[in-house]
T-cell receptor, first 111, second 116 residues
Framework: TQLLEQSPQFLSIQEGENLTVYCNSSSVFSSLQWYRQEPGEGPVLLVT?????EVKKLKRLTFQFGDARKDSSLHITAAQPGDTGLYLC???????????FGKGTRLSVIA | GAVVSQHPSRVICKSGTSVKIECRSL??????MFWYRQFPKQSLMLMAT?????????EQGVEKDKFLINHASLTLSTLTVTSAHPEDSSFYICSAIPRTSDYGYTFGSGTRLTVV
């Protein structure tokens, strides 16, 4: 079992600030996904990263996959209240295996 | 895109009764679906893997006789919480992978169960 650590667990910031959240493991991931979950909803896929060193951008969100494929980060520029939610990372193993999530980072962006 | 529908979205039941939660893949077939439970302020915890036409695989610590899973068709999996107690109150979420997608885990919108 790949043990995932996400940090910070909780983050409360003002609108317009930048932030970075992290997803780390001692194991190597073949690929990894980031999800955002809003209260009372299921998680929604944000991105899949598959190549070590890969950087993907989704509007104000920048995702990076570590060179060694053991860690990943999510950077949000100029956070907005709509970014509020639980950010989850999960490694992809193979085929029909289930996603096993880290504890997540609960982000609150205050207007 | 692939859509997973979960029903009901909210349910309140009395202690000792059973509750059935449905998870449907609306526009794709899913031989495998997954059930998660989420307590307040916590992450999603995998409960079981539901396999069409065969028995579900439960994670350690999850009582298979309490959480009955049936995956009788390629588009429907059900989770029945039997003899529910207040400690079973939680947010239950299902997920499925379309056959045509390598990475596309799609989640339902969840079911908020409150046992009183």
């Amino acid at each position: 079992t790949q043990l995932l650590e996400q940090s910070p667990q909780f983050l409360s910031i003002q609108e317009g600030e930048n932030l970075t959240v992290y997803c780390n493991s001692s194991s190597v991931f073949s690929s990894l996904q980031w999800y955002r979950q809003e209260p009372g909803e299921g998680p929604v896929l944000l991105v899949t990263v598959v190549t070590g060193g890969e950087v993907k951008k989704l509007k104000r969100l920048t995702f990076q996959f570590g060179d060694a494929r053991k860690d990943s980060s999510l950077h949000i520029t100029a956070a907005q209240p709509g970014d509020t939610g639980l950010y989850l990372c999960a490694p992809i193993t193979s085929g029909n295996t289930p996603l096993v999530f880290g504890k997540g980072t609960r982000l609150s962006v205050i207007a | 895109g692939a859509v997973v529908s979960q029903h009901p979205s909210r349910v309140i039941c009395k202690s000792g009764t059973s509750v059935k939660i449905e998870c449907r893949s609306l526009d794709f077939q899913a031989t495998t679906m997954f059930w998660y439970r989420q307590f307040p302020k916590q992450s999603l915890m995998l409960m079981a893997t539901s396999n069409e036409g065969s028995k579900a695989t439960y994670e350690q610590g999850v009582e298979k006789d309490k959480f009955l899973i049936n995956h009788a068709s390629l588009t429907l999996s059900t989770l029945t919480v039997t003899s529910a107690h207040p400690e079973d109150s939680s947010f239950y979420i299902c997920s499925a992978i379309p056959r045509t997608s390598d990475y596309g885990y799609t989640f339902g919108s969840g079911t908020r169960l409150t046992v009183v």
